[in-house]
């Protein structure tokens, strides 16, 4: 059993924002993965629960008309990585969430679930933050979208208004289209392991491809919250496809990333992890995109 | 006050239908409702994989999963494996000629979701059983004979097919 107060069930988004109004306090279960083990632990225990498990309607991916990929914020790990639409226009968020836990976390963990939970060892987190995901959330004022580098505001705090809960994570077809990224996860071992630090790096290269029409790097624990390289995405934007500008990427990604001690890895080997991850992804990113290097 | 809901689904190719508690868990609901208790209560925080079932063809962990979402699906626990005569199935038996079990506490789980992803007929490399494995601890084997009886029983099916 666990230590609940009470749950209320949605099955729609419109009895979801309405269980949200009735009952402020309560804490919105998705898949259950983080906030069934936080009651576990006793951080949780004795809370309201609003389980919108069982909300079909924000489950699935779909292509909408002008082009925009739709991820329903239900649709799990396991769902995201089978999905044909994900593996062809954002293949490295497949890749990235087949690194989250292990098989059964990755059925029942959900993509609205990571994003919610605000944490920045979430394995979505990074490829989400670099393809300028938007995070759509529904209340009683209607639809709200949100750049998921604002939807973040500090470790475990995410812009979510009371009455909301999100609804759907949005790739616009200017950030996927002729794109390739690719994510590297570091951790202590190769399941049920929590990122010690991750980061997910794509470009867009001119058609001849020789230049780096568009470099985009998100992290993953190297700051409170996931994070934009922007000053070295910026300073490479139309460099030359080279190992030059890999290593470029290399050093400058340090003057972006902000990492801290902590018992899973010290921040000098978090600083050296993000360096050759930024080289090492963007090398990858820019095979998959049919460079050379 | 207390809080139950009506929870109706397929277990083991039965309808069944419970009056839960909603605080429980689909480890509670299996085990107290139904007497399934190859559903193991390991770490109860969706770790070690003991209490892994099969719903709607994927394999969850049934310890974090609240009972009350069982309603309406379809789940197969270790019960359902075996036939109705009461021998084994291939995974069990497997299990068994291989040596794949000590303790046995953890033999559910690995069952369970080796049945998941061998339903399909495909082969796997190692390195993909390892990682489809990889929800489950086990504290005896050292996994070497789980990982082939679980080959054992893929090429076997694949042979049949």
Known sequence: MYDVEAIYEAKTVAEAIKLRQEHPKAVIIAGGSDVLIKIREGKLAGCELISIYGVDEIRGVKLEDDGTLRIGSLTSFSHITKNELIQKYINVLGEAVDKVGGPQIRAIGTIGGNTCNGVTSADSASTLMAWDAIIELTGPEGVRRVPIEKFYLGAGKVDIHEGEIQTGVLIPKTSYENCKGHYIKYGMRNAMEIATTGCSVNVRLSPDKKIVERLRIGYGVAAPVPIRAHKTEEKFNSAPVSMQTAEGISKAVLEDVNPRDSWRASKDMRLHLCSEMAKRAFIEAVRLCGGEI | ?161
Not at chain 2, 73 to 101: M, P, R, W, Y
């Open chain 2, 1 to 161: 006050m207390a809080q139950y809901k009506l929870v109706t689904c397929t277990i083991n190719g039965k309808k069944r239908s419970a009056m839960v508690d909603v605080r429980a868990s689909l480890t509670d609901m299996l085990r107290n409702d139904y007497g399934l208790t190859s559903v193991k209560k390991g770490c109860e925080v969706g770790e070690c994989g003991a209490c892994a079932v099969i719903i709607d063809g994927e394999s969850f962990n049934s310890c974090i999963y609240l009972a009350i979402w069982a309603d309406g699906k379809n789940i197969t626990t270790l019960e359902g494996l075996t036939h109705e005569d009461g021998t084994l199935s291939d995974i069990q038996q497997a299990f068994v000629d291989e040596t794949a079990i000590q303790c046995g506490f953890c033999s559910p789980g690995f069952m369970i979701e080796a049945e998941s992803f061998l339903q399909n007929g495909k082969i796997y490399t190692d390195d993909e059983l390892r990682k489809l494995l990889s929800g489950h601890l086990c504290r005896c084997t050292g996994y070497e004979n789980i990982l082939r009886a679980v080959k054992k029983v893929m090429h076997s099916r694949a042979k049949t097919e």
